[in-house]
Structures are given as C-alpha cells and as structure tokens.
C-alpha cells in the first residue's frame, strides 16, 4: 500500500483550490472582462503531472 507523501498531498491540495470558478463578484467587478478560470481543467482530459 503507498502512502502520500507530506509535499505531495499538499501540491494536490493545491490543485484542488485552483480548480475552483471564479467568485461572481470578480466577473461583475472587471464587466465580464474576466469570466474563466484559467487553471480550471477536467480530471478526464488533463492529468496532473506531479512528482512524489
């Protein structure tokens, strides 16, 4: 059984937080000029190249 390393569980934790849309408020603040995330991916169609 592996287990996760302590800097490998915290580069996947911070994955998770990129992840995550935009705050409404920052699409209304900047008049729709911002409305993607750019570090949003989909677990089916980019895999995450992390290293232990």
């Known amino acids: 059984m592996v287990k996760k ?8 934790a911070k ?3 990129q992840n995550r849309r935009i705050p409404m408020l ?11 995330n750019k570090f949003a ?3 089916k169609h980019k895999k ?3 290293k232990d």
């Open 15 to 17: 994955k998770i937080k």
């Open 48 to 50: 995450l190249r992390i």
């Open 5 to 12: 390393s302590r800097a490998k569980k915290s580069r996947l």
């Open 26 to 36: 920052a699409i209304l603040k900047t008049h729709r000029k911002i409305q993607q």
């Open 41 to 43: 991916r989909d677990w």
